[in-house]
């Protein structure tokens, strides 16, 4: 058995970026930015109002004042005179301040009557005016690696990138092994059961960058999963699901063998988690996670998401950690590094009361991963401990 940091290390060996693609900016949300954007053009481009009112010379700006009005401007639609003294501008927000104006009295402080308007007695004291570039300057940069957000969309559109080079996403092609299993929505017969974790793997992946391909369920034969790993063929990664441990039914380690699999490790220090095995396999990483449901979606955040993350460019980490208080009093741990299924209540971790790695009704109301330590002795409620966020 080897240690959780040891196995996450020779994942992330087999885990190179994958390469990049241009794709419309409609479609890079959730994508990972792989060339930097450069602006080509200051945001706002012009001095611009930022209230509806009147452009003038900020001297003119005294309370009781009378000006005329000598023009109008809308954005859109610049005016393209000269404000000179004792003259104001009718102004919109987002129009560009005319020449010879550095400020806007909003309308609220004005009375008008004709082409004339007197300003009110309780100026606001604010310009109300953006600066050309106050949103950013030509040659602005928005750097790669990042993955992208709504408000990065937005960015990138005010800075007239339509298009954008991105990572490609990885693909990961996900095999259920067993002959115990069916579709969800299918007829199981009394000794079946139905595929779950294949599908919480899917959509983690999916969640965070990846492109996942659920293929038809494996049986407990060689030829069926032989065929498995024939339509698998193509994706950067290729996760099985089942079939890992050590009965006479577990077939994935031999027959991905025979199929060309270069195995790295078999087993690791970890609860749930311990018949994991990776490797190489034609190109393509190869991970094998253990049946268990828990277990395959425990291993999908501590190993595959890193591992898709590395494929993505965003570098090679371990799952983040945070801190907090136990809720509740903890036995000593054992010789396996134990992610436990916990809520936060009040800040506080509290662990399920099961941790069987086949409930899946306990990991959907865990809100976090309680990390045991190898070895750790028994801690009381208030002892701090680490935990990653589900
Ligand atoms: N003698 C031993 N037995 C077991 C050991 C061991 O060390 N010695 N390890 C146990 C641990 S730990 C785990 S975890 C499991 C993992 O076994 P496998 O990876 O071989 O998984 P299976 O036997 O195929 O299935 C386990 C369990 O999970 C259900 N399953 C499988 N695939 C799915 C799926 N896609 N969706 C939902 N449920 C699935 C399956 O029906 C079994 O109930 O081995 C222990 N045994
Ligand atoms: O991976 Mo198994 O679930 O450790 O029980």
Not at 29 to 35: I, W, Y
Not at 231 to 246: N, R
Request: with cysteine; proline share 8%.
């Amino acid at each position: 058995m080897i240690r959780v940091e040891e196995a996450l290390a020779h994942l992330f060996e087999l885990s190179a970026p994958c390469g990049t693609e241009t794709v419309p900016l409609r479609g890079a949300a959730g994508r990972v930015l792989a060339r930097s954007v450069r602006a080509g053009r200051d945001q706002p481009p012009f001095a611009a109002s930022a209230m509806d009112g009147y452009a003038l010379r900020a001297e003119d700006a005294v309370p009781g004042a009378a000006l005329n009005v000598v023009g109008e401007a809308a954005a859109g639609h610049a005016w393209s005179g000269r404000i000179g003294p004792g003259e104001a501008l009718r102004i919109f927000t987002g129009a560009p301040l005319p020449e010879g104006a550095d400020r806007v009295v909003i309308q609220e402080d004005v009375t008008r009557s004709g082409s004339r308007i007197v300003l009110g007695e309780r100026l606001d004291s604010g310009a109300h005016v953006r600066p050309a570039a106050a949103d950013f300057a030509a040659g602005a940069v928005m750097e790669a690696p990042r993955r992208l957000r709504p408000q990065d969309i937005a960015l990138l559109a005010a800075m007239n990138a339509a298009h954008v080079e991105v990572m490609r996403k990885p693909s990961v092609a996900i095999i259920a092994t067993g002959d115990e299993l069916v579709m969800p929505g299918e007829a199981p017969a009394p000794d079946q059961i139905i595929a779950s974790n294949t599908f919480g793997l899917a959509a983690l992946i999916e969640e965070n960058g990846g492109d996942a391909r659920l293929l038809p369920i494996a049986r407990d034969n060689a030829a069926s999963l032989e065929m498995a790993f024939a339509l698998a063929e193509g994706a950067d990664l290729i996760l099985t699901v089942g079939g890992a441990s050590v009965g006479d039914h577990d077939l994935v380690a031999a027959v991905a063998e025979e199929h060309g699999l270069k195995r790295r490790f078999y087993k690791i220090a970890m609860r749930p988690g311990k018949p994991l095995m990776a490797g190489r396999m034609k190109g393509a990483a190869m991970v094998g996670l253990p049946g268990n449901p828990v277990s395959a979606m425990v291993c999908g955040h501590i190993f595959i998401l890193p591992m898709l993350r590395a494929m993505l460019g965003l570098g090679q980490a371990p799952a983040p950690r945070q801190q907090a208080r136990l809720g509740a009093p903890l036995p000593a741990n054992g010789p396996r590094e134990h992610y436990m299924r916990a809520r936060l209540e009040d800040g506080a971790l509290i662990p399920a009361a099961s941790q069987d790695s086949a409930l899946l009704s306990v990991l959907a109301e865990a809100e976090a991963l309680l990390i045991r330590p190898i070895d750790a002795p028994a801690a009381a409620p208030g002892d701090m401990a680490e935990f990653i966020a589900l």
